[in-house]
Nanobody, 125 residues
Framework: QVQLVESGGGLVQAGGSLRLTCAAS?????MGWFRQAPGKEREFVAG????????YYADSVQGRCFISGDIRNKTVWLQLNHLEFDDTAVYYC?????????????????????WGQGTQVTVSS
């Protein structure tokens, strides 16, 4: 069982930035970030496959969001820039125990096996 612990959420003004951190208890093949706003489905934000350091993003955050990671320390970061009100959500870290290459399938919750508890990001206008 892989434990995932997120941190770094908080309240930020529109246009500001945040950096989220996720620490995993075990080595994984891929990790990702999803978010869920009230009344909405959980949606993919960004993912990273450790083999080849392949990174991929949702269209909605492309250019504003950057994922990076340190496989040795089993940690992944999500840098959120130019935050908008619609970015307000609980952000979840996820981990997969198989390689995930950019595809429609790898952007779905079913592609991941383990989940963190989430960290709240609130953007004020």
């Amino acid at each position: 069982q892989v434990q995932l612990v997120e941190s770094g959420g908080g309240l930020v003004q529109a246009g500001g930035s945040l950096r989220l951190t996720c620490a995993a208890s075990e080595r994984t093949y891929a990790m990702g970030w999803f978010r869920q706003a009230p009344g909405k489905e959980r949606e993919f934000v960004a993912g990273i496959n450790w083999s080849g350091s392949t990174m991929y993003y949702a269209d909605s955050v492309q250019g504003r969001c950057f994922i990076s990671g340190d496989i040795r320390n089993k940690t992944v970061w999500l840098q959120l820039n130019h935050l908008e009100f619609d970015d307000t959500a609980v952000y979840y870290c996820a981990a997969a125990m198989h390689d995930l290459l950019p595809s429609r399938a790898s952007r779905t919750p079913n592609a991941f096996h383990f989940w963190g508890q989430g960290t709240q990001v609130t953007v004020s206008s």
